[in-house]
């Protein structure tokens, strides 16, 4: 269990926002604020090393400092109003922790949208991000890069699943809307919290499993309150979480253009790639140590994950039907997602 961190009030917060703007005569200095333990892949293989990469082109006029278990205050779902007010400069961030603030992007999590290559999803959202098509979800903020996470596995405290029946009755944590759907389509409770709480919640059997990807089995010690893993066949999993990389937009303004240049020169395509091949990397050993402890690897059949894509198909068409509500048209976003990860994942 992540200790709980001592909330810094927001006035205190607020002084962080107004020195991360200033600039001494050398350095620049931004806050950078996420959820996860400095532990945890999220920081040390994908935020660290983009940060040292940005101050490097920089030519050391910007200091990228990372705050990470919510240590500047607050909690998971606050992450996206403390970037968009000033309070810190940039945040990694899930975006479904905030329901309906970014229907367009909620097309990656729908399932077998993304089934089990990162960084061809994380293109087709690229793609999707500059053509405008989910643009608007972002208006707010400046982003930096969004992506994925190699997709959810269902975890499991005490039951072996192999086909949707295994789930009706079981309460299941999921942080999003659409997670929460798929939860449902399978005859399980959703329990919507976010994942630095999941350990205590199976511990105490406030949940019976969960739908992670496996990279967060090392840094939450997931294996140490679960004995099943499950995916599907060849790694697919049943959809994903869209997170995004994003920075406050007057702190963006305040920057020099070379410095603003050296933020667009580590966030274009390539970056983009590698962070799909971070999070797809990572999995290996969380499920390694799993397997280690002794905890069963299972990976149903095509037939099995047969039944659960008949079961959870209906939740495409319940998104299409919810977002058209909004005036957006998720066919159109759904054909277009799919085709573009597919051109990707050649």
Same mark, same amino acid.
């Given at each position: 269990?992540?200790? /709980? /961190? ?84 940039? %945040? ?33 959202? /690229? ?67 976010? =994942? ?10 406030? =949940?019976?499993?969960?739908? %992670? ?31 995004? %990389? ?28 590698? !962070? ?57 976003? !759904? ?12």
């Amino acid at each position: 269990m992540i200790p /709980r /961190r001592r909330i810094i009030p927001f006035v205190v917060a607020a002084g962080f926002a107004a020195l991360a703007g200033s600039a001494s005569a050398q350095t620049i200095n931004l806050k950078l604020h996420h959820l996860l333990p400095a532990v945890a892949p999220a920081h040390t293989k994908m935020l660290t090393p983009w940060a040292q990469d940005v101050e490097k082109a920089a030519g050391g006029k910007v200091k990228i400092e990372l705050y990470p278990a919510m240590t500047l205050g607050g909690k998971p779902p606050e992450l996206i109003n403390q970037v968009r007010d000033g309070v810190v400069d940039i %945040v990694w961030t899930v975006n479904g922790y905030t329901p309906n603030l970014f229907p367009r992007s909620e097309v990656f999590e729908l399932p077998f949208i993304h089934t089990n290559n990162a960084v061809a999803t994380n293109l087709a959202m /690229r793609d999707m991000l500059l053509s405008g098509e989910i643009a608007e979800d972002f208006k707010d903020v400046k982003v930096m890069f969004l992506h994925v996470h190699a997709g959810q596995a269902i975890h499991m405290a005490d039951k072996e699943v192999r086909k949707p029946d295994d789930l009706k009755g079981l309460k299941m944590r999921i942080p999003t809307r659409t997670g929460a759907w798929i939860i449902e389509a399978l005859g399980a409770s959703a329990v919507s919290m976010p =994942v630095p709480d999941l350990p205590q919640a199976l511990s105490k059997k406030v =949940v019976d499993g969960a739908l %992670v990807p496996w990279e967060i089995i090392p840094p939450l010690k997931l294996h140490e309150v679960t004995k099943f893993q499950i995916e599907g066949p060849n790694k697919v999993r049943f959809g994903t979480t869209t997170f995004q %990389v994003s920075m406050n937009k007057n702190s963006w303004a305040k920057l020099p253009p070379d410095v603003q240049k050296a933020f667009e020169a580590n966030n274009g395509e390539a970056r983009w790639r590698a !962070v799909g091949k971070v999070w797809t990397d990572s999995e290996e050993g969380g499920i390694g140590m799993a397997t280690k402890r002794g905890n069963k690897h299972i990976q149903i059949s095509e037939a099995e994950l047969g039944q659960f894509k008949q079961k959870l198909e209906p939740v495409v068409q319940r998104w299409v039907d919810e977002v058209k509500t909004k005036g957006i048209d998720g066919n159109a976003l !759904v054909k277009k997602a799919r085709a573009l990860i597919a051109k990707y994942s050649k």
